[in-house]
């Protein structure tokens, strides 16, 4: 007989049972106490399966009648999403330098930090509608969401990838007494050239959805069209504004996977 | 000349890595330093460039201190400064030339280095020395598809393109296999003797110290307990040497402080 022992079980997840079970029972108490405490109204509900059935009834057959407005519509929000995004990478290379910790000094790295966490702590819809009180309705408010929505993302995802670069390329320009902005352009524009195309191509796509959005609480662009045609009840009009979106949006994804693909 | 005098490097609050080290290398010598890991090798050579702050000491070359110089001095006492290092510190993405031009980043404008401007003199400087070295045909290639001993050459250009007063080299073979570690060490000794440059080289590989250089310096736990001539390394500074462990050392001195 050998003691080998020919059982094994994997720890658990809390090594105290205690712990474990009181964790596990309270979350699911919570949901439950949740799940029933939160005013749902069903005969609303059902008031309102059937209004959705006459918005849907009216959507059908899509009309695509006014396809001048929606085309107008549609360049706006190209135009605003190519204009934020320009605007947003150009200020996100500076911002993703401040925020790397790796060559920004600490009191700079937390002001980048800051200054990326305010921009991806409110919804576009949210920074939209303050930027419509700031300087009215229109596509100018679009733009300027949409480039605090490209320096969340951009800015962030930038950042770390200048803390992964390999620092030996840095050091060798500081051995050879390069100054400061030569080093950033010598050692690590280029290695982080190939993230910051990717990203950029991404962003556009991204912004061209999120300016579809932005444009529901009167930031231009085809989102504008949207809100009106249902303002006025044109649910025909509406759906085909909605199938042309769908359609436009995965164009675009598709071209910028494959262009993202090729860059690698 | 490269003089170091009483040279302390301390990381942290925890025993020094350098302890009151001096070094003196003269002319156009090839010095190699050799210790096991850990003994301070590399931090003695990346203090001469400051890549490391000495806690103390002097490094004096050619007349210059460079312990106690900042910003634009302290960049114009790096390019005297030669380096080359064991992971070869290419820029991949970047052509052959661009990445030898990188060794004049110091002498030129930014707006010229980023508008690819360089000087004529530089770029003729450039061809002249990757036509020594072998590695001419591969001005527009990019670093990334060169191998290991063309990369390293390609560093050691960019280097010799500082126009440098001395070489350190912080093993730049032990990334490469056997027989182009001993022609890049052989390439070293001869552009020492072609530029009348002094080189001072770590190295793990004692056979390529004791074959190459003129000088050997042994290092263990960061004092020198050798310097001299190669055929004066015999079994027992060997022993000396590598006996021990860099960890064991650091127990004993921690002993004898108390």
Not at chain 1, 64 to 73: A, C, K, T
Not at chain 1, 78 to 99: C, D, H, N, R, Y
Not at chain 1, 149 to 157: D, E, L, P, T
Request: hydrophobic share 45%; net charge positive; charged share 20%.
């Amino acid at each position: 007989m050998s003691s080998t022992p020919d059982t094994w079980r994997k720890p658990p997840f809390i090594a105290n049972r205690w712990v474990r079970w009181s964790v596990y029972l309270g979350v699911i108490s919570y949901i439950l106490w949740v799940g029933t405490s939160l005013p749902v109204d069903w005969e609303r509900v059902a008031d309102g399966l059937g209004r959705a059935k006459r918005i849907f009834g009216g959507a059908f057959p899509p009309s695509f009648e006014r396809s001048g407005l929606l085309i107008d519509g549609f360049l706006e929000s190209l135009k605003i999403a190519l204009l934020a995004t320009a605007g947003g990478v150009a200020l996100s290379i500076p911002i993703a330098f401040m925020a790397a910790r790796n060559i920004a000094p600490l009191p700079i790295y937390y002001l980048g930090r800051a200054i990326i966490i305010i921009a991806r702590s409110f919804h576009p819809v949210i920074v939209a509608i303050i930027f419509v009180k700031a300087v009215g309705f229109g596509p100018f408010a679009g733009v300027l969401t949409l480039i605090v929505y490209s320096i969340g993302f951009v800015a962030k995802m930038l950042a770390e990838r200048i803390e992964e670069i390999d620092f030996g390329q840095v050091e060798a320009m500081r051995a050879a007494g390069a100054p400061y902005l030569s080093t950033l352009f010598y050692a690590i524009f280029p290695q982080i050239m190939p993230r910051q195309i990717g990203l950029s191509i991404y962003q556009l796509d991204s912004n061209l959805r999120a300016s579809a959005v932005v444009g529901i609480v009167g930031a231009g662009g085809i989102g504008a069209t949207l809100a009106n045609a249902f303002g006025r009840y044109d649910y025909d009009f509406a759906l085909a504004i909605t199938i042309v979106i769908v359609g436009v949006i995965l164009i675009s994804e598709g071209i910028s996977g494959v262009i993202r693909k090729r860059i690698g | 000349m490269l003089k170091i005098t009483d040279l302390v490097k301390r990381y942290g609050t925890g025993n020094p890595v350098l302890k009151s080290l001096d070094l003196t290398i003269e002319g156009e010598s090839v010095v190699s330093v050799i210790g096991s890991s850990g003994a301070g090798k590399s931090t003695l050579l990346r203090c001469i460039n400051r890549l490391v702050e000495p806690t103390s000491g002097s490094i004096e070359l050619n007349g210059t201190e460079l312990t106690s110089l900042r910003g634009r001095e302290l960049r114009a006492a790096r390019r005297k400064i030669g380096m080359v290092f064991q992971g070869f510190n290419l820029v991949d993405r970047l052509t052959v030339m661009e990445n030898v031009q990188s060794g004049r980043l110091g002498y030129i404008p930014t707006w010229a280095a980023v508008m690819r401007r360089y000087p004529k003199k530089d770029i003729r400087r450039a061809y002249e020395l990757m036509e020594r070295v072998g590695i001419a045909h591969y001005a527009n290639k990019r670093a990334d598809e060169l191998s290991g001993g063309e990369r390293q050459r390609v560093g050691v250009v960019r280097a010799l393109m500082q126009d440098p007063e001395i070489l350190l080299a912080d093993e730049p073979t032990a990334s490469l296999d056997p027989k182009t570690s001993e022609q890049i060490m052989g390439l070293l000794r001869d552009l020492a003797g072609e530029l009348k440059l002094p080189v001072l080289i770590n190295i793990h590989n004692v056979t390529e110290a004791k074959i190459y250089t003129d000088r050997i310096v042994g290092m263990r736990y960061g004092r020198i307990i050798f310097d001299d001539t190669p055929d004066k390394l015999d079994q027992e500074a060997m022993d000396q040497i590598y006996s021990g462990s860099p960890h064991a050392d650091r127990s004993e001195d921690l002993k004898e402080a108390s």
